[in-house]
């Protein structure tokens, strides 16, 4: 299954600095009972521009607050919205960090619940003068507190070099700045790189289902749950100094915020402020020793503990919850370049990588959905990344932007249920990962790259060295001419690789599979096409042929393996690790009209020995009914011209596309090939790929076939002769007729027949059609009991012809071996009667 596009949520102002501005994110928060609730909300931070904040549930702009053209963002924006209780007042209150004034400032919005009042806006700042470390986090700590005249909730910042500031909620006071002991002590070698604050009662449920001993401690002295608990902030660390870093040099603090400043504020110890809990460091994964500091972006999922860490070649999920984190999850793609990648549940990470966005299966390393991301649309700048900003499950949508542009991917289609979220039961199944891999399997051609693999060698068969050197030419050599489109060279590097002298001596039987599907990879390709042709499905995506080298195309039809399930295998090998989109019916078929007008390929496939499927076929015996009656029209237009004296026509007849010698040669081998199948399926399939006249022109035509079969006459007479002997050429059996007569009638249906009354003159021409068939039936039949008849009186004569050949091709072997055992006996009895 593919993504589907995402949809447009709204078009982002532009920072004013071009090269130097940045776009920041964050999302909108509200409190229920001193609870912190994630809204269907973003807030967008534009540097030089404004602070606005977009609804994505209903797309639309909630509201906008400008700021200096000078201004600057150093992080993520936080916003909260709260009603207030007394009062029919919704208030929302947005922080952000602007520079280079160095300051936390906050927009205040007032507004009718109703909507009746316009709003009121307001804005307040602190300046911050203790730290000229830029602030990277903004966050909300849930006072608890139920007092009208007192914010439910503090700011609490965290700058760089890992100080940490509580501020108010109107910013008219802070409470305390503090760089805490056991960050200052790695000041100097690490500094903050990501923050995440966490509410108690989450912690509980997962970050300290295991370690009630760290629970324990950020409680303190409080005895009553549920009341004034503190929240837990964690904190992650770089070492400074190097582009290149490991795993087991990050560091993750984990402290415990107090909900309430005790009443003696000036007097409170480190402890009281800010109360260290753990800090430990990040385990190193194989396979990857070294991250590019700068490239390595860190979320933390509260509900799983889990501590995401998303960089350009995958993604590894740490479980926070045990006594030593451990890695739960991990993909790694050497051959990707990760712009963006997001948690969406346990075991599956949306990413935008070079040339896809996908749904990826982290424990079975495969790839559930994906879209190119040429198909997303919407955005000015194609070229722009994209990046994932937050996923809200009970939408089931992953918002995103790309350049200027939010986007909004639903992935709500991969539940039964409509808008729910990714259930556990339909998470990381293994027959959704079945044909999914992660790995490129078109990579295993490859066997030049730096670190090939043994199940490389095995597959391709390749024992020796000098094999993988000639796989390696082989696969340089047809990459060449298929981008050149040079057929002669492709079939030269085929026969060479084989050690064949000409195409007959290519081999006969037995060909490694692999091969095979590398050479129709080379063969055809999967392009962006408008579809111009009516007959087939519409997609977005048609089926080509770069190059069509002669011999090689023909041994392939001689073995049976080039067949439409072997070409879409080919594809998805080499389009991996995006997912091949279904191909349209028809599109094998509509690939070889397009590339040989002459249809002399397409009838070499279908006389060959593959068969195709029932949809296929009657795709092409679709083409072959509309080619048919278009040029028979066409053709006695022009000859009708000619007699008239007109020449124009001349050089049309003597260049045709497509004779109609070739046009019923396929069209009767078509219907050979499509009587293979059970009648029910060529049924459904004419059905819903024919239209109503196009089955009455096949009936037309096996009636001819029938006509000039000699099936319906007598043996003493001569069948009619048809107007052209090439229409029933190769000739069909009288199975293959009767039961294609069935197919058409039963295709057409009662409900045909008797809408078709509502046209002129059909009635009439409808009841002739059905009186012929039952005449040209019944003479078939009486063909047929003729048959019989003369079989049984020429039985006995047939029995005793055999018996005869049989009895002298007997006496033939025995009269010599009779005349070996005859002579000795002769001489022995001429011996006796000389010696008497």
């Not at 602030?135 to 100080?163: A, M, N, W």
């Not at 009970?394 to 729910?420: E, I, Y």
């Not at 008239?644 to 050979?672: C, K, S, V, Y």
């Not at 045909?752 to 078939?780: N, V, Y």
Request: hydrophobic share 35%; net charge neutral; charged share 20%.
């Amino acid at each position: 299954m593919d993504l589907q596009p995402p949809s447009v949520l709204a078009q982002l102002p532009r920072p004013l600095h071009a090269s130097k501005g940045k776009t920041h994110t964050g999302e909108v928060y509200s409190l229920s009972d001193s609870k912190k609730r994630k809204r269907y909300e973003v807030a967008v931070a534009v540097d030089g521009e404004a602070v606005n904040i977009y609804n994505i549930q209903t797309p639309k702009l909630v509201t906008s607050y400008a700021v200096p053209p000078q201004s600057s963002f150093s992080c993520e924006p936080c916003s909260v919205r709260r009603k207030l209780s007394d009062k029919s007042v919704v208030k929302r209150q947005t922080y952000v960090a602007v520079n280079p004034q160095k300051e936390i400032k906050c927009f205040v919005e007032e507004s009718g619940g109703n909507g009746s009042s316009a709003p009121v806006i307001s804005s307040s700042s602190f300046s911050v003068k203790d730290s000229s470390s830029p602030t990277v986090f903004i966050g909300i700590v849930p006072t608890g507190s139920s007092e009208e005249d007192k914010s439910p909730y503090d700011i609490l910042t965290v700058h760089q070099d890992g100080r940490v500031r509580r501020l108010a909620a109107d910013l008219d006071n802070q409470h305390w700045s503090l760089q805490h002991s056991e960050l200052a002590k790695i000041s100097s070698s690490h500094t903050v790189q990501a923050c995440f604050l966490v509410e108690f009662e989450d912690a509980k449920k997962a970050l300290f289902k295991r370690r009630q001993d760290l629970a324990a401690l950020a409680l303190g002295d409080l005895v009553d749950s549920n009341v004034d608990e503190p929240s837990v902030l964690l904190l992650v660390s770089h070492p400074t100094g190097s582009k290149e870093i490991k795993l087991s040099d990050v560091k993750v603090h984990m402290f415990s915020v107090p909900a309430k400043i005790p009443s003696q504020g000036r007097s409170l110890d480190e402890s009281q402020k800010l109360k260290h809990l753990l800090t430990f460091n990040i385990p190193d994964i194989k396979g990857q020793e070294f991250f590019e500091s700068s490239g390595l972006e860190w979320d933390f999922h509260t509900g799983s503990a889990g501590l995401n860490l998303s960089f350009a070649k995958g993604f590894v999920n740490f479980d926070l919850s045990q006594y030593k984190p451990t890695v739960t999850s991990q993909f790694i793609l050497e051959n990707e370049n990760f712009s963006s990648l997001m948690r969406i549940s346990p075991q599956s990470v949306i990413g935008a990588g070079n040339s896809i966005v996908a749904l990826f299966d982290t424990q079975y390393k495969s790839i559930q959905r994906s879209i190119a991301t040429d198909d997303i649309h919407g955005s000015n700048n194609p070229k722009a990344r994209t990046t994932f900003i937050s996923y809200y499950s009970k939408l089931g949508m992953a918002v995103a932007t790309k350049g200027n542009t939010l986007f909004a991917f639903d992935l709500s289609s991969s539940n039964s249920l409509s808008g729910s979220s990714l259930k556990r039961s339909r998470d990381s199944l293994l027959i959704d990962a079945i044909g999914r891999g992660i790995g490129s399997s078109a990579s295993q051609w490859d066997v030049a790259s730096k670190k090939p693999r043994t199940d490389q060698f095995t597959s391709l068969g390749l024992t020796s060295e000098e094999q993988v050197s000639r796989w390696n030419k082989l696969v340089t050599d047809l990459r060449a001419a298929s981008k050149s489109q040079n057929g002669d060279a492709f079939d030269s590097a085929v026969q060479t690789y084989f050690e064949a002298s000409n195409s007959d001596a290519l081999p006969k039987q037995y060909v490694n599979p692999e091969v095979i599907l590398f050479l129709l990879s080379c063969i055809f390709s999967l392009k962006d096409a408008v579809n111009k042709d009516q007959l087939s499905v519409s997609s977005s995506s048609r089926l080509s042929i770069d190059v069509w080298p002669e011999h090689t195309c023909q041994w392939l039809t001689q073995l049976g393996q080039l067949s439409l399930d072997n070409v879409e295998i080919a594809l998805r090998r080499s389009l991996k690790p995006r997912i091949l989109p279904a191909l349209p019916t028809g599109s094998f078929v509509q690939a070889l009209m397009d590339a040989d007008p002459t249809l002399k390929r397409l009838i070499d496939i279908l006389q060959g020995p593959v068969t195709l499927s029932s949809d296929e076929l009657a795709y092409t015996l679709k083409f072959f009914l509309n080619m048919a009656r278009s040029r028979s029209a066409t053709l006695e237009e022009t000859a009708l011209a000619i007699t008239a004296g007109e020449e124009n026509n001349t050089e049309a007849i003597q260049n045709p596309e497509a004779t109609l010698q070739d046009i019923f040669r396929g069209l009767n081998t078509t219907l050979q090939k499509i009587h293979i199948h059970p009648l029910p399926t060529i049924t459904t399939s004419i059905c819903s790929t024919l239209s109503r006249t196009e089955i009455i022109a096949m009936v037309h035509h096996l009636r001819l076939s029938l006509a000039t079969g000699g099936y319906a006459s007598r043996f003493t007479e001569n069948p009619p002769t048809p107007i052209c002997p090439d229409q029933t050429t190769p000739s069909l059996t009288l199975n293959t007729i009767t039961d294609l007569l069935n197919v058409s009638v039963d295709a057409v249906g009662p409900s045909g027949w008797i809408s078709a009354t509502a046209f002129d003159d059909t009635p009439t021409r409808e009841m002739d059609l059905i009186a012929d068939m039952k005449s040209e039936i019944s003479a078939a039949l009486a063909g047929v009991e003729e048959a019989s008849y003369l079989k049984g009186v020429l039985g006995e004569y047939l029995r005793y012809t055999d018996s005869v050949a049989k009895s002298a091709k007997s006496a033939a072997t025995r009269k010599p071996k009779a005349r070996d055992e005859q002579r000795p006996r002769w001489c022995a009895s001429r011996n006796s009667t000389a010696q008497t």
